[in-house]
């Protein structure tokens, strides 16, 4: 029986992440609803197959039901969610810019502005933190479970202190080890490009290579358009 | 009943190397491919497929027209594409090259329509990557309707009219291209595939197979849900055969490893640390050993995945020429017959 205790958490979007992430979630006995932009007779056949245990909504019943409501979707539909509906919502975004998905040339953000930021802007009634962006969805099972004793490190970055127990706890009950970035604008270093993206390493390893961050290609970037690190 | 297995080659056209160590250029790797079909023909694998890649590591841009070479020099076995990138090619050229293969080969080719998840040639053929999506499902419907033969009476989004268009050479009556469609993790296109009625092969490259058991949970249920005739499923994977277990390891390592590595820098992969190599290895995609490890390793995944093909992607990031050809050779001589008796396949055991 799902633990009843725990925030219930909405997946938007079923594609590779979001049924990875029901799947991980119902293997850990968390509530989870999922909807996506199919209808849920379209759906809930495909997710009773994938992750069987999570509930099939409509996306907006998702939206509706949900305390912690996880963005897998792509970053181009986000301007298409209704922020009024996500008020007062915790909202993590799992959404990167992926050329095959949003479109050659990434007009939604930039090195200036993260595609966190862009969607906290979108979503202004909401609480947004930019969380399980940096792993490859099949990262996300199979170097957490061959690594049952060292915990992954899962970074987020929100601007909300009062959310971040809550989203270290969800994080840790999808088998995590949160790393607290600090304000949403440092999520921009979790982005493709940059080294920590596609890691799936321990706290210590993960914290190495962020300090190292400015030394790499994408923090060379970074310090270009910025005129300096992010501050 | 006794099911039909098949076994077949994959590559890419990577550039390969001599046995000295000095790398080939794209003109030899071409004619070592070639050579290396005609090694696989002999040994009674059936089929070698090709994928195209608009990049430097490899030498295939234009797999039919090295499938036509093939065909000149080989007799039986299969000649297909792993995969041809159908969202950024003209379906009606596509279907000119397949055809003039299938008189050329005898009626050997075959293809295999994949989204691509190399993007490089969208830009060079001048299509956006914004309509990814739209582009691949117009063009397979438009693939399927030029398979029908018939005068071609096609509007499209995104493709050109056609009013009783006759698209030449003609196959011969009654007979088709064989297609299939290659998948990865999205669930999507495992049901857009079911939809469509074409056969899958999926790419197993990372993690344990296994966890792809629900995808293919998820095939034979669309197949219900859609009311669609269910086709053998296939996979693909990399590997290397060699007698010896460690030297195989070694040439993974320094190979599959940094070809992984080359295409994450673009990918946005992280690099392959040594501790998961070997995982891949010992439990993950990679078959990379001696003729009966790799053996006991495909046998045990055809069979956790109702498998009925397994194409062996051979050569990744070049490898000396004289490992290259160990790998066909095991896998033809040793690998596919220990694993058709694992099977419990009688007609060929």
């Known amino acids: ?231 | 009943m006794t099911k039909k297995y098949e076994f077949g080659l994959n590559t890419f056209g990577d550039i390969g190397f001599h046995d000295d160590g000095t790398a080939m250029d794209g003109d030899e790797t071409l004619r070592q491919v070639v050579k290396e079909a005609v090694l696989a023909d002999k040994l009674g694998l059936d089929r070698i497929a090709l994928g195209e890649h608009h990049r430097s590591e490899f030498a295939i841009s234009s797999p039919e027209v090295v499938l036509g070479a093939m065909a000149a020099v080989t007799n039986h076995i299969k000649l297909g594409t792993a995969v041809t990138v159908l969202s950024s090619d003209d379906p009606v050229r596509v279907f000119e090259r397949f055809s003039t293969l299938h008189g050329l080969s005898h009626g050997r080719e075959e293809i295999m329509l994949g989204r691509g998840s190399f993007t490089e040639s969208f830009p060079l053929y001048g299509y956006s990557l914004e309509n990814y999506d739209e582009l691949f499902i117009e063009k397979i419907a438009m693939w399927q309707k030029l398979l029908e033969g018939k005068p071609m009476n096609w509007k499209g989004e995104f493709t050109q009219k056609l009013t009783d268009t006759t698209v030449y050479p003609k196959l011969p009556s009654g007979e088709t291209i064989p297609t299939s469609l290659a998948v990865g993790g999205s669930p999507e296109s495992i049901i857009r595939a079911v939809h469509y009625n074409i056969p899958v092969v999926i790419a197993i490259i990372g993690g344990e197979p296994v966890r792809f058991r629900p995808y293919v949970d998820l095939y034979h249920k669309a197949a219900a849900q859609l009311s669609m005739p269910e086709h053998p499923l296939g996979m693909h994977a990399h590997g290397i055969i060699l007698d010896d277990a460690d030297e195989a390891v070694e040439v993974g390592w320094k190979y599959i490893r940094a070809e992984m590595d080359r295409i994450g820098i673009d990918r946005g992969w992280a690099p392959m640390t040594r501790d998961r190599f070997e995982f891949e290895i010992d439990k993950g995609s990679y078959y990379v050993g001696t003729p009966e490890q790799v053996a006991q390793k495909i046998a045990h995944n055809m069979k956790a995945l109702d498998m009925s093909r397994f194409d062996l992607v051979y050569g990744t990031g070049g490898q000396l020429i004289h490992q290259r050809e160990a790998t066909i050779r095991n896998f033809g001589e040793k690998v596919v017959p220990r694993v058709k008796e694992l099977l419990g396949d009688d007609d060929n055991a």
């Open chain 1, 1 to 231: 029986m799902p633990n009843t205790d725990k925030p219930t958490i909405g997946i938007l979007g079923a594609g590779k992440l979001g049924s990875t992430l029901a799947r991980i979630g119902e293997s850990r006995d968390l509530p989870i609803l999922i909807g996506s932009r199919h209808s849920v007779a379209d759906l809930k056949w495909v997710i009773d197959t994938l992750a069987p245990g999570a509930t099939t909504l409509s996306a907006a019943e998702v939206v509706r039901q949900a305390d912690v409501i996880i963005l897998a979707i792509p970053l181009s539909h986000v301007q298409d969610l209704e922020p009024a509906a996500f008020a007062d919502k915790i909202v993590l975004d799992a959404t990167n810019f992926w050329a095959e998905v949003d479109g050659t040339v990434n007009t939604i953000s930039s090195l200036i502005e993260s595609s966190s930021e862009v969607v906290q802007a979108h979503l202004a009634q909401s609480k947004v933190a930019k969380a399980f962006n940096h792993m490859g969805y099949h990262d996300l099972e199979i170097e957490v479970d061959r690594h049952p004793d060292v915990p992954r490190a899962m970074a987020y970055a929100t601007d909300h202190d009062d959310i971040r127990p809550v989203v270290e706890a969800v994080l840790r009950d999808f088998g995590f080890d949160p790393f607290d970035l600090g304000p949403l604008r440092f999520g921009l270093v979790l982005e493709p490009g940059s080294p920590l993206f596609g890691e799936a390493i321990p706290r210590a390893e993960f914290a190495d290579k962020l300090a190292h961050i400015y030394n790499s290609a994408f923090g060379k970037k970074i310090i270009k358009a910025r005129g300096g690190e992010i501050r």
